[in-house]
C-alpha cells in the first residue's frame, strides 16, 4: 500500500472525526451550563455575570473568563452564596445560546451583567472595555468589580 494513501487516508478521518464532533455538537457544549435564569441554592439569581465564548479560545480568552470568574466568587462571594448574584457561562455557538446573543447585542466574547426579574433579562450591561484591561490583571478585575457594583445600585435605584 502507497504511504501518501495510507496518510491521506488517516487525514481524512481526522476530518471527518472532528466534523462530526462539532455538528453533534461536542465541540460546543462545556459541563456545566446552565440556563440564566437556573437557581443557585434554591434561589433564582437577581442578578448574573455571564461570560459569552465561542470558536477558538486562545490564551487571552482563557484570562477573560478566569478573571471575571475569579472576581465575582472573591468579591462578591456573600452575595454568589446567597443566591442573588451567578456567575454563568455561554457559547455564543450553541443555537440555544442565539437568542441571549442576540438580545445583548454580541459579536464576540463577552462579559455582561444581567439583572433578571422573574427569571428574564431586563436590563444588562456589556462590559466592553475587557479587551483593553485583559492584560493588567488587577484593572480588569477592578473595572468587574466597579461595574458590578455600581449594576447592582443601579438596580436598587429603581
Known sequence: MNPRHVIGGLLLLVALAGTAHVFLGGASSRPGEVPLDAPVNGVVPGTVVAYFYGGIRCDTCEKLEAYAADTVRSRFAGEVASGRLAWRTFDMDRPDNTALVTRFGLYTKSVVLVSLEAGKPV????????WDLVHDREAYQRYIEDSLRAFLREGRDE
Open 123 to 130: 436590563r444588562w450591561k456589556n462590559l466592553e472595555r475587557i
